[in-house]
């Protein structure tokens, strides 16, 4: 008798070892997940406020774009009217918007490649995420759920005599009417 309180005393330290284990694995695990979120997220405001930036430019070359569309009217008005000096300071004023454009476009080319890289940092990171938490998830339910399960149809067996698993919610609600007569 002495020797079985000392196995199940061994037993059940063990078990506290384990479960200590588990505990510290689960807490070093909602950490990385922890890290992990923080570093997506970082990653995600850095895309978004690219993404602000690359908006804010399609606004410039759109009301770039339209001046210089009035600049051509205007221009082939002073063409009809042959008015010179209005032509030349349109003609100018066509050239500074073109240049204008041109910087635009470029600045939006170098932004486009900057948000791609950006898109792809935070995909690599909200997947590190994703497999972080599935981790965590693989480490969390097993301790309190798996072994429930497992007992459960060890204890029910016998009393419901059911022949096949598929069969055990009919043989459950056979088993209670006979318990009762």
């Known amino acids: 008798e002495a020797k079985k309180k000392e196995e199940a005393k061994k037993a ?7 479960d200590e284990k588990r505990a510290k694995q689960i807490k070093e695990q ?5 890290k992990a979120k923080k ?16 908006k804010k430019l399609s606004e410039r070359l759109i009301s770039s774009t339209s001046k210089f569309d009035d600049l051509e009217k205007a221009l082939d008005a002073a063409q009809s009217a042959k008015d010179l000096k209005k032509e030349e300071r349109l003609l100018n004023d066509i050239g500074n918007i073109e240049n ?9 080319s170098k932004l486009k ?3 791609s890289k950006l ?6 990171k909200a997947s590190v995420v994703t497999s972080e938490e599935k981790k965590l998830a693989s480490l969390t339910p097993a301790p309190k759920e798996a072994p429930k ?3 459960a149809p060890k204890v029910e067996a016998p009393k419901a005599a059911a022949p096949a698993p598929a069969a055990k919610g009919a043989a459950k ?9």
């Open 30 to 34: 909602k950490g990385k997940v922890e």
């Open 119 to 124: 898109k792809g940092e935070f995909d690599k």
């Open 100 to 108: 204008e454009v041109k910087k635009i476009k470029q600045e939006e």
């Open 39 to 54: 570093e997506a997220n970082s990653a995600k405001q850095a895309l978004d406020k690219k993404t602000g930036e690359l």
């Open 113 to 115: 490649s900057e948000q």
């Open 149 to 151: 399960k497992q007992e």
């Open 12 to 18: 059940a330290e063990k078990k506290k070892q384990e």
């Open 173 to 181: 609600t056979e088993a209670a009417p006979a318990a009762k007569k």
